[in-house]
């Protein structure tokens, strides 16, 4: 008998700060509906706030993602970067901080940590980045980050200046 994959939780941060970033995230949180093997369970509030880099860009919308996957870590990685690309995001050298129409990243992937040139889990800026920590509390409030504690520990003794909730995604 063949083994069944296991459904494992996921959380996916997405963000927008260009042409229409409310929508472009909406449409991003619908795409990810349509994954393989992937189920979206839960969608976080959306928030504004000021970009991370270089402040001579428009401030972004963010969200978060709750999945059930039966996609290994990387397969999924690749399959979020896919959906980027389909979405209308162009990858160029030295755009890390700059403005974006999507970026969906891979927060964390059941409990895996991993550290390689390609894949970071858990994310590294769960627990500095107050647009990705508040709306993961939205929706995973009990969640344990490896190594660092439960989303609603990190997000009590976050900042929260800058951050603008906003209507519902979903």
């Not at 508040?134 to 490896?146: S, T």
Request: proline content about 10%; some cysteine.
């Amino acid at each position: 008998m063949a083994e069944r994959p296991v459904w494992i939780p996921a959380y996916i941060g997405v963000g927008s700060n260009l042409h229409d970033p409310a929508a472009q995230v909406a449409r991003a949180c619908e795409a990810l509906a349509d994954l393989p093997q992937t189920r979206l369970m839960a969608l976080s509030p959306s928030y504004s706030n000021p970009p991370m880099g270089p402040q001579d860009q428009p401030d972004y919308v963010n969200a978060v993602a709750g999945l059930l996957t039966r996609l290994p870590a990387r397969t999924l990685l690749l399959e979020l970067q896919k959906l980027e690309a389909a979405l209308g995001r162009m990858r160029k050298a030295g755009d890390r901080w700059g403005p974006r129409v999507i970026d969906l990243d891979l927060l964390m992937h059941g409990f895996s940590r991993e550290a390689t040139t390609e894949l970071t889990l858990p994310h590294p800026g769960i627990s500095e980045r107050n647009f990705v920590l508040f709306p993961l509390c939205d929706i995973a409030p009990m969640l344990v980050v490896p190594g660092q504690g439960t989303v609603a520990r990190l997000a009590a003794a976050a900042d929260h200046s800058g951050l603008i909730a906003l209507s519902p995604t979903g």
